[in-house]
């Protein structure tokens, strides 16, 4: 069965710390990954996207996640953090062609100044 | 350029009774999907339209219904309300079939079943 699963409900950093929030997945055939975040208040929004091609990609606000196709992995990375990071992160993943995205549970980050 | 809005922000139904959730798509966007979110869950895909017609669905009961209107915009209906269906609904756009690009969301309708 197709799944995503996100490793962590609740994160808390001080601010200036690395971040990791682990993704995996489940899923035949080609897929395209997502991270997806949701601020306080706010609707879900695209933070980066995998299609194809470098498996490390760059999104908005620093953020970079890392495709690795043997461990069916895509997991979010930020050097650094900060306190408007709080917020909280999906992976997803589609098929190809295919019509719908699977979301992981999410997690919830909080950032402390 | 337009969001996606949806319509409305919270509501309170009792068991039983039928909703009706509406979607506006981004501009220039002519697919539309629907997610329902549970309180610390991800989003779970209901369905798609395209082309005014469902073009894929989740593992939703048949109560869990919808439309595609030609200026892409979208209802949900659900019918015979049940407690479980307390959820967030959230509507997603994308300009084009499918949804293996990026979903563009709104800020989504709380419905309440009491």
């Known amino acids: 069965a197709q799944s995503v699963s996100q490793h962590n409900h609740h994160v808390i950093l001080s601010e200036a710390a690395s971040l990791e929030l682990g993704c995996n997945y489940s899923?035949?055939?080609?897929?395209?990954l997502f991270w997806y975040v949701q601020y306080p208040g706010q609707h879900l929004q695209l933070l980066l996207k995998?299609?194809?091609?470098?498996?490390l990609v760059k999104g908005i606000k620093g953020f970079e996640a890392e495709f690795i196709k043997s461990k069916f992995s895509f997991n979010l990375r930020k050097p650094s953090v900060q306190w408007s990071d709080t917020a909280e992160y999906f992976c997803a993943a589609a098929s190809t062609g295919g019509f719908k995205t699977i979301f992981g549970a999410g997690t919830r980050l909080f950032v402390k100044a | 350029e337009t969001g996606v809005t949806q319509s409305p922000t919270h509501l309170i139904k009792t068991r039983g009774q039928q909703v009706t959730l509406r979607c506006s798509s981004q501009?220039?966007?002519?697919?539309v999907s629907w997610y329902q979110q549970a309180l610390g869950q991800g989003p779970q895909f209901i369905f798609q339209y395209y082309r005014e017609e469902e073009n894929g669905r989740g593992n939703f009961p048949p109560r869990f219904s919808g439309l595609q209107f030609p200026n892409y915009s979208s209802e949900l209906n659900v019918n015979a309300l049940e407690l479980d269906d307390s959820a967030l609904y959230l509507c997603?756009?994308?300009?084009?079939?499918?949804?293996?690009?990026?979903?563009?969301f709104g800020e989504g309708s709380r419905l309440t079943v009491l």
């Open positions: 997603a756009s994308s300009p084009v079939e499918g949804s293996t690009g990026e979903l563009f």
């Open positions: 995998y299609f194809s091609g470098d498996p």
């Open positions: 501009s220039g966007h002519n697919t």
């Open positions: 899923y035949g055939g080609t897929v395209n």
